[in-house]
């Protein structure tokens, strides 16, 4: 892969705007998205070309089996208004998926349906609202994003909007791209790369700069291209944004400028044009964790067997214990193929709850309520009892094999303290 690439030539790549171009997006979207980008569609022409692009995952829809099929079928609607709120853009339009395996149906490789709209809008700003309706279920799915569509004609140079990619492939002297739907990075260490179009009015040799920040000016990343040549009035554009192994979780704003060249050199005291886009790293249960390893460590006490934890802790380096604690992670995810580890996420928000919920002499996740609900999740049924009035207090947690849990506060003050045996050598297990 090429640090920097440009497609000087239109047809290298088709400005991913047919269904055709998609070559699926490898992380997983957390529900419905929708996605924009805006480019110059003539010279003349002072309306641009807004691409609307959707992403709804498989597990958030209801598959029916039909013979040796699953099928799911759901609509999109997208309404795009101006900035009176008069309606410019009104569309509904139907999406059938057809798979063959069950699991990939529930959502265990990660797939997602994704499809794209390609509009023509004046310059001006807009609100894209969008709904995605499963058929099956009736469930509902709504988002919305503001548009701002500049004036490609009347700044030169200038730079459209900008969309992320997580995937470039080279076939011969064309590329296919899969467009990264929406500004949650759920994956950053995945290959994230921005893709725009620059339009000048002569060829000209350029670079590009580009920064993720915060609000406050706090630098993620950072880089700058090598000089390139521009030899068409537009030219599209690829850059690889390289962020930290473990960012701090947060919005951040990616600025991308356009700068002339010196004799060999990129030229950054001053910019030709410009464009911003957000870019937000959610806060995750693997952020959590490393954020205070040892504990995370510590916290695998009902998950994994002393031996596994010793091998992790014994480790040389933070960097070391880091790697096996994500390689035992590893071991116990239900789909590896994904992005996702459900078992992490599900065992790092049960030690979560137990800290809000049964906090008693120390942190809720040693205690006898914390240690239970961690390793078998909520029960399905709570009993409160007095054993003498006023004083001591029984809680009782039944779970679907009808085995009861009992737990005794003879202290008044909370510390819930369990009466009834764990199975010897009871652990926490996933449970799709």
Known sequence: MRPY????????VALVGGAASLLGQTSLPSTFVVDAISTRSSEIDPRARLDIYTALPYEALQFESTADTYVAKYSVS???RDSTSRIVIDTVYERSIAEKDYRTSRGATGSADRSVRTFRLAPGRYRLESTAKDIFSRREYQTQRDVTIPDYTTSIPSISSILYLDQIEQRGDRFKISPYIGDVIHAPDMSLFAFFETYVDAPVRTGYSWRVSTSDGRVLAEGITQPDSLPKRSNQQFIPIALPAQPMSGSYTLRIRMHDVKGAEVDTSNALAERTRGLTIPRTALSEALSDLGKAIKQLRYVAQQADIDQIETGASPSE???RFEAF??????TPN???NEAFEEYYARIEHANKNYRAYTEGWLTDMGMVYIILGPPAAVERF???TGFAQRIVWTYPNN???IFDDNTGFGDYRLRTLLPPGLKYRYQP
Do not use: E, H
């Open 338 to 340: 994904t992005i996702r």
């Open 386 to 388: 007095n054993i003498r």
């Open 321 to 323: 214990r880091q790697a």
């Open 78 to 80: 997208v309404t795009v």
């Open 5 to 12: 690439v440009r497609i000087a030539a239109a047809s290298a």
């Open 329 to 334: 992670w590893k071991t116990l995810d239900p």
């Open 403 to 405: 085995f009861s849990y």
